[in-house]
């Protein structure tokens, strides 16, 4: 079946690196690749996406990269803060079909260190 | 624009009885999705409605588990003869389409004791 790996599951970071998050999905046919952050007891919240026709989208200091061929998309987070730490799921899903069946990763608990 | 409202926030029910959980979308919104998710773990698909249809209940266990979205009213997840293995974070989604983004309520924590 449908299925979305995501790696690291624990990233701890200095306040200003660079934190990176990669995904790899397995259904072809996903087009679409929303990332959310989640804060203790919070729902998730959207924080970029990015559809199969494009490589790379920039959101301020947020980027998305997606590779179709190797079936990979990453999330880049540059100059990171405190307000940064939080836990990340990327998802994947066919838009298609028309139904609605987001796979989401197992999610990445983002550290950053002030 | 109210967000996604879930209710309740926390839901404590004893092993045997009803848990019903709610769900009003956005304004303007008229698909709805649930989503389990378990301590430490991602969102698991549960199930995808339309106004008074089930579009995809694919992820939703074949006992016990039941939702629906009426015309009038919110979304209704509904778990039967609760478990403590039901206990977890149930969240809500909508979206004006389904080929939009989904925007995802606060969740509801249903702790089974």
């Known amino acids: 079946g449908e299925n979305v790996e995501q790696h690291p599951s624990t990233l701890s970071v200095q306040e200003g690196d660079s934190a990176v998050i990669k995904c790899t999905y397995s259904d072809s046919a996903s087009n679409y690749f929303p990332w959310y952050k989640q804060e203790l007891g919070k729902g998730p919240q959207l924080i970029i996406d990015i559809r199969s026709n494009v490589g790379e989208k920039k959101d301020q200091r947020i980027a998305v990269t997606l590779n179709k061929t190797a079936k990979h998309f990453s999330l880049h987070i540059t100059e990171t803060q405190p307000e940064d730490s939080a836990v990340y799921f990327c998802a994947a899903r066919s838009t298609d079909t028309g139904g609605f069946k987001t796979i989401f990763g197992a999610g990445t608990r983002l550290f950053v260190k002030a | 624009n109210a967000g996604v409202m879930q209710n309740p926030r926390h839901l404590v029910r004893r092993r045997g009885q009803e848990a019903r959980l709610r769900c009003s979308p956005m304004?303007?919104?008229?698909?709805v999705y649930w989503y389990r998710q378990l301590p430490e773990e991602g969102l698991k698909f549960m199930v995808y409605?339309?106004?008074?249809?089930?579009?995809?209940e694919s992820g939703m266990p074949k006992e016990r588990f039941s939702a629906e979205f009426p015309k009038e009213g919110p979304s209704i997840l509904r778990i039967q003869q609760v478990v403590r293995g039901d206990s977890a974070a149930y969240f809500c989604?909508?979206?004006?389409?389904?080929?939009?983004?989904?925007?995802f309520g606060q969740g509801t924590r249903l702790t089974v004791v």
């Open positions: 989604a909508s979206s004006p389409q389904d080929s939009s983004e989904a925007f």
């Open positions: 304004k303007g919104h008229s698909h």
């Open positions: 409605l339309q106004k008074e249809n089930i579009i995809d």
